[in-house]
């Protein structure tokens, strides 16, 4: 069975380019969530307007058929996604699905650090001035199942991210 490796963690966390690098080290397909927003969602969160659960609940079926599609594609060995899921109830979501094993990778980023990275990032249309609401939001995944936390601090580097997942995936 297919493993889908979920790189989680509030918006500046890294998660998308973590998830990135981590597809090209496995040389695996590489979903990221974000590309599945319905426009009005994106519009919103570009105008500052936090995600409500019922405009997150089609987003992530949406998800979850996507790496399902995939995996009944082909034979593959991992999918990796980036994915906020920052609530267990969503994580659930995701992990409701009989094409894959499912794994998150929670990249646990200290706020001072998350503010950082959002002030300087451009071209995206999750604001910064959102980090709040993503926090209230996120509902750390301490006694789940399936779970990897990896620290990231401020000088920790990609490199060093990915490492660490791909010893503790083996």
Do not use: N
Request: proline residues 4%; negative net charge; contains cysteine.
């Amino acid at each position: 069975m297919t493993r889908a490796v979920y790189v989680m963690g509030v918006s500046g966390s890294g998660k998308s380019e973590t998830g990135h690098a981590l597809a090209q080290a496995l040389h695996a397909p590489f979903l990221d969530a974000d590309d599945l927003h319905a426009p009005e969602a994106i519009e919103a969160m570009a105008r500052g307007i936090p995600l409500t659960d019922t405009d997150r609940g089609p987003w992530l079926v949406r998800v979850r058929s996507a790496v399902d599609a995939l995996c009944q594609e082909g034979q593959l060995d991992t999918i990796i996604v980036a994915c906020s899921a920052l609530r267990q109830a969503y994580r659930d979501v995701l992990r409701d699905t009989r094409t894959a094993d499912v794994l998150f990778v929670y990249l646990a980023v200290e706020r001072s650090v998350l503010e950082s990275r959002l002030a300087v990032r451009q071209g995206h249309f999750m604001k910064a001035e959102l980090l709040s609401s993503q926090l209230a939001t996120l509902e750390l995944p301490a006694d789940e199942p399936q779970i990897l936390t990896v620290p990231v601090q401020r000088d920790t580097s990609l490199e060093e991210v990915v490492q660490d997942i791909l010893t503790r995936l083996r």
